[in-house]
């Protein structure tokens, strides 16, 4: 046993600063060899003392990472990789209970017993070592520490629940992803730690939680070897684990290393559990708390004096048995198992016959299987890689650049990502190895920058799938009680702290629809405290906003610009509704009443330009009496009114009421009393917007489009609908009503005592077929009666005079009797023929073709009119009453007396047109003119 300098054991739970103290030891020497179990917590240590001493004196070894500089003094390694005999001053071990580990216990069972320093030794670790080594290391110091920080049990919390600044341990990988998933929906998301992470990784998720960007750790029970976190509590989802041959319960001890974690210097911390695991007993939780466990009775070993002369005897001494009753022989470790399998081989048993090449075997076999795939399927590779340097002296650069090659690829999922960081760290620890390579500083790098490249990207595949960072963001800031800030963008979205959290319309919030339910109340509770300085800065421009920038939809809607803000309700009177504002209630009283105001200040205006003349007949002050009272009705009906209904009201008003009426824009036509002004596209489309509001109708209807005389009259329209709009209805269309009364007029001023036809212009005033017309004035009353007859023909006197100038003419003007013949030789090609034609087959002249066609009779349609009510006690409209002294009475109108005699209702005929209107543009029809001067 080496008994070199001093060597002291610092023995005690977790938090009590024992690797502090071990950095600060060694950095009190020229020289020093650390040993850790991680090579994470190897890197964390080498940053720190780094950092403190400079680049160039410190070295990084692990089975992976080498960086050794020219000048090295102080060595930071895994346990396993420790350079051993280079005379260091000091040395210390950590975690040294893993003595005891099953799989790894054998190498620090070594070092417990073979590596010290030349002035100190220090053995880090839990109390329950002290026995053991006080057994096998003489003259050992012991130091005992206690907690910096309290350590208490609290019971079991749902994972919902769970506080910020915990550490959720799983023991599994798919247990470890569904718990960072469940938490990514819940709390924002999580950073994810297991052992099987590159540092590279590793050291961006711990960044994600220790930044704060994430209030959730999940990670594997690799956090309690020495990871320095800030953790506030510490929850096992499970109480045992899979140690690769079989599920066992935690031991008291190892859930204490773990719960450990929580608390840091004088912080206290935290325990419990969560999920499906079970509370923890009463005498574990004591345990666990007053660290108080059973001392450890043995010790893993394997005997380190090897023997290499053959791979039989290799394998003998690897399994020779301790000597002592603290050490145990453990069961087979992975090389050993992988040097059996190997040994099996007929050619390797050909290679391996001189002690070099049984000692290059075993430096092969203890390549890590990273890939933790199958014994068999490891052993293959090493056997490949054994082939190559037995027969080369060393790996060809061809066949570790296809290797590598198969793996540089970054796309992929979590799985894929992680498998082709396990197969690089096997490359990375052969290009590690010496004389295996010819050029090893260029695979050193290589295979380095491969594995960063994976680790980058596999940390962001990690931070896609288990961190939501809108969520966690808003958390952060909202716990910090920090304002937030907030910014909307032309198209509405809003933004908090960087991140998309909704759309802002109008003065309404909407959240982002992409957001889970468990997401819901932290974005809504983040962004309506952030908008709330947007709400009152939005209120502002709108209530200074002009009015060409609001406007009202057929719906009774108000918008502004193209957000809802608002809508219209019924008031007290037609020309008055009120508005209902569309505000957030977060927003605040102040925004509100801002915007409700602003509305309706809008609407009254409104209101007061496209209905003025309605408004300033209703406040007229000089009508009195009757007139009066028809102004309400006019009020009422929003300027429009049919005559039917208020027929008496308008008998009774007298000349010097209607007159005071017309003052005021009011029109009594035929069948409605309105105001022209109002007919306007603007006016109607509010007065139906009013109309239903009055009406308390869900869906309101459009209005018809500008321009159209007559629209189709529809099935289900509302009764009122038509008048609202503008137009009378008249069986299956409506025309117009400024037309209607145009029509009527035209009615009246025709002699219709035997019933009438259309003219010209009463088609073009409907813009409607004969037809048409004739179905449009069945529905306002009239039968009509169809019929044919012969068009009336016209005599053509003088063709040639009249002649277009398609017809050849001479330069002296003749009559049709002196008009030449015209030769066949002159006959004039026709659409560009340029054979000539004879005259034989000459087509017809527009003269022959003038005279032609005025003998051929031709027959034309024609509808007569009458005056039809079909309801009982229906009267004629006034363009068919009796013209003439005195008032018409009302009722069936009377006939006229012929011969002495009553002959029922009169009718009425219009009289024949005396000629056709012929266009003089028409070549055809100047030849009917020049025909019709010449008879």
Not at 174 to 203: C, F, H, W
Request: charged content about 30%.
């Amino acid at each position: 046993m080496p008994s070199k300098g001093r060597v002291e054991a610092i023995l005690g739970p977790t938090n009590t600063g024992k690797t502090h103290y071990a950095i600060e030891r060694m950095l009190a020497y020229p020289t020093g060899v650390i040993g850790l179990p991680l090579r994470l917590l190897a890197r964390e240590v080498y940053d720190k003392i780094k950092a403190i001493r400079g680049p160039s004196v410190v070295a990084l070894v692990t089975g992976e990472e080498r960086i050794v500089p020219d000048r090295a003094k102080y060595w930071v390694c895994t346990v396993e990789a420790m350079p051993v005999g280079i005379g260091a001053d000091f040395v210390a071990i950590d975690e040294i209970q893993l003595c005891a580990d099953p799989e790894r216990g054998h190498v620090f069972t070594d070092r417990l017993l073979n590596a010290r320093g030349q002035h100190e030794t220090l053995f880090l670790g839990a109390g329950t070592m002290r026995s053991a080594i006080a057994s096998q290391v003489p003259g050992v110091q012991f130091q005992s520490r206690e907690r910096m920080s309290e350590l208490v049990y609290a019971g079991p919390k749902k994972i919902s629940r769970m506080p910020g600044r915990s550490a959720i341990v799983g023991f599994s990988v798919d247990n470890v992803y569904a718990i960072a998933e469940l938490l990514r929906r819940q709390k924002g998301g999580a950073a994810v730690v297991m052992g099987a992470l590159s540092p590279r990784t590793r050291n961006a998720q711990v960044d994600l939680y220790q930044n704060g960007d994430v209030d959730y750790l999940v990670a594997t029970d690799a956090i309690g070897m020495g990871l320095n976190l800030d953790i506030k509590h510490v929850a096992f989802s499970a109480l045992s684990k899979f140690d690769g041959r079989r599920m066992r319960p935690l031991q008291p001890n190892e859930l204490a290393q773990i719960a450990g974690r929580a608390g840091r210097h004088t912080q206290h911390g935290s325990f419990g559990v969560t999920g499906e695991a079970p509370t923890l007993p009463d005498e574990v939780v004591e345990a666990i708390i007053d660290n108080r466990f059973t001392p450890i009775k043995k010790m893993q070993w394997r005997n380190s004096v090897l023997e290499f002369g053959t791979v039989d005897r290799l394998i003998g001494s690897l399994e020779r048995p301790p000597q002592d009753e603290w050490l145990s022989r453990g069961r087979d470790a992975d090389d050993l198992i992988a040097l059996k399998t190997l040994a099996a081989s007929p050619d390797i048993q050909a290679r391996s016959t001189n002690p070099n090449a049984v000692r290059l075997l075993w430096d092969v076999c203890r390549i890590p299987d990273f890939r933790g795939i199958s014994h068999a399927e490891h052993a293959n590779m090493l056997q490949g890689i054994y082939e190559h340097l037995s027969e080369l002296g060393r790996i060809p650069d061809d066949w570790l650049a296809r290797q590598v090659k198969r793996i540089d690829r970054v796309e992929g999922d979590i799985d894929t990502l992680s498998k082709r960081l396990a197969f690089i760290r096997t490359w990375t620890y052969v290009a590690q190895r010496k004389g295996w390579l010819d050029d090893e500083s260029h695979w050193r790098e290589r295979t380095r920058a491969v594995e960063d490249r994976l680790s980058d990207a596999l940390h962001e595949r990690l931070t896609q799938r288990f961190v939501d960072r809108r969520t966690s963001v808003l958390l952060r800031r909202l716990k910090q009680k920090e304002s937030l800030v907030a910014e909307v963008n032309d198209k509405g979205e809003v933004t908090v702290e960087g991140q998309f959290v909704g759309r802002l319309d109008g003065f309404r919030f909407s959240q982002d629809k992409a957001a889970t339910a468990d997401e819901a109340k932290t974005l809504r509770q983040a962004s309506l405290q952030a908008l709330a300085p947007e709400y009152h800065l939005r209120s502002d421009r709108f209530y200074n906003a002009p009015d060409t920038e609001i406007d009202f939809t057929d719906q009774g809607g108000l918008m502004w610009g193209n957000n809802a803000v608002g809508k219209l309700v019924a008031g007290p009177e037609p020309l008055k509704p009120q508005v209902v504002a569309f505000v957030d209630e977060e927003a605040g009283p102040d925004v509100v009443q801002k915007v409700q105001r602003r509305l309706q200040h809008f609407i009254d205006r409104k209101i007061a330009a496209l209905f003025e003349p309605l408004l300033g007949l209703s406040r007229d002050e000089a009508l009195t009496g009757l007139a009066r009272g028809f102004a309400f009705r006019m009020l009422e009906g929003h300027g429009i009114i049919p005559r039917d209904q208020v027929a008496d009201d308008v008998r009774a008003l007298d000349q010097d009421a209607r007159s005071a009426l017309r003052k005021h824009g009011v029109r009594f036509g035929q069948f409605t009393i309105f105001m022209p002004l109002l007919l306007k596209p603007a006016p109607t489309r509010l007065r139906l917007v009013l109309w239903a509001l009055q009406k308390g109708l869900d869906d309101f209807p459009e209005a018809p489009p500008p321009g159209l005389v007559t629209v189709p009259t529809g099935k289900d329209t509302q009764d009122g609908y038509h008048t609202m709009s503008g137009y009378r209805a008249a069986g299956e269309r409506a025309i117009r009503i400024d037309m209607l009364e145009r029509l009527a007029d035209l009615l009246r001023v025709q002699d219709t005592r035997g019933g009438f036809e259309a003219t010209p212009d009463m088609l073009s005033i409907t813009g409607m077929t004969l037809e048409q017309f004739a179905e449009l004035m069945q529905g306002l009353g009239y039968a009509a009666e169809r019929g044919e007859r012969e068009k009336q023909r016209v005599e053509v006197k003088d063709a040639a005079t009249e002649a277009s100038a398609d017809v050849p003419t001479t330069e002296e003007t003749t009559t049709e009797e002196q008009a030449p013949e015209v030769p066949a030789d002159d006959a004039r090609p026709q659409d560009g023929d340029t054979a000539q034609t004879d005259v034989s087959e000459a087509k017809e002249t527009p003269v022959e073709a003038a005279q032609t066609a005025a003998t051929e009779p031709q027959i034309e349609v024609f509808y007569t009119f009458k005056w039809a009510p079909k309801r009982r006690g229906g009267g004629r409209p006034a363009s068919q009453q009796r013209q003439g002294k005195g008032k018409p009475k009302s009722g069936k109108p009377k006939g006229k007396r012929q011969g002495g005699k009553q002959d029922g209702p009169r009718t009425f005929s219009s009289k024949p047109k005396k000629e056709d209107k012929i266009d003089p543009d028409n070549p055809f029809a100047a030849a009917l003119m020049g025909l019709r001067d010449k008879g």
